[in-house]
Antibody
Framework: EVHLVESGGGLVQRGGSLRLSCAAS????????MNWVRQIPGKGLEWVAN????????YYVDSVKGRFTISRDNAQNKLYLQMDSLRAEDTAVYYC???????????????WGQGALVTVSS | DIQMTQSPSSLSASVGDTVTITCRAS??????LVWYQQEPEKAPKSLIY???RLQSGVPSRFSGSGSGTDFTLTISSLQPEDFATYYC?????????FGQGTKVEIK
């Protein structure tokens, strides 16, 4: 059974840094694109970033480019999101999500973690 | 960026009803569209992908249609567990973008 478990969320001051982790199990992690998606409590969903199976390609939404870095450790079955220069508008629940297909191009997300809350205080 | 617009934003329906939610993309996304269901305080769950393919394990009362810019999600014979918020999302281009959501409430 696929499991995705996020950790590392918490309260941080504006301008600070935080690193989220996502521990994956139940599938061959190295075969899939992986994603981070966030949701302001009570609001809609926003895709943040994704990373190719071997880490050779990474894509970001404009609002986090230059501040957030997605990475993965295939040996440890872990996905990361390093968040620097945090802003109040980054406050959200952050989900890691697995791509549905093991193809070379990204698809939709078939499994999501339970989410980690990041709160940026101003 | 490709804008995804859902309608309605919310609707009220009864158990057994058929409901339809629409999603419009600001440009042609072919069939690269997925529908997610999100229950309160839970992670989203994939229902329909490539506009009309049912995700494994999802009941057949959920169906999707459309291509290009106009898409629909239909829930036939609404069940109590279907009262949730539904999102469409395009994966034709970056950044991946979601609709604003449609909340299905009990009448």
């Amino acid at each position: 059974e696929v499991h995705l478990v996020e950790s590392g969320g918490g309260l941080v001051q504006r301008g600070g840094s935080l690193r989220l982790s996502c521990a994956a199990s139940g599938f061959t992690f190295s075969n899939y694109w992986m994603n981070w998606v966030r949701q302001i409590p009570g609001k809609g969903l926003e895709w943040v970033a994704n990373i190719k199976q071997d880490g050779s390609e990474k894509y970001y939404v404009d609002s986090v480019k230059g501040r957030f870095t997605i990475s993965r450790d295939n040996a440890q079955n872990k996905l990361y999101l390093q968040m620097d220069s945090l802003r109040a508008e980054d406050t959200a629940v952050y989900y890691c999500a697995k791509d549905d297909s093991s193809s070379p191009w990204p698809t939709h997300f078939d499994y999501w973690g339970q989410g980690a809350l990041v709160t940026v205080s101003s | 960026d490709i804008q995804m617009t859902q309608s309605p934003s919310s609707l009220s329906a009864s158990v057994g009803d058929t409901v339809t939610i629409t999603c419009r993309a600001s440009q042609d996304i072919s069939s690269w569209l997925v529908w997610y269901q999100q229950e309160p305080e839970k992670a989203p769950k994939s229902l329909i992908y490539t506009a009309s393919r049912l995700q494994s394990g999802v009941p057949s009362r959920f169906s999707g249609s459309g291509s290009g810019t106009d898409f629909t999600l239909t829930i036939s014979s609404l069940q109590p567990e279907d009262f949730a918020t539904y999102y469409c999302q395009q994966y034709r281009d970056y950044p991946r973008t979601f609709g604003q959501g449609t909340k299905v409430e009990i009448k």
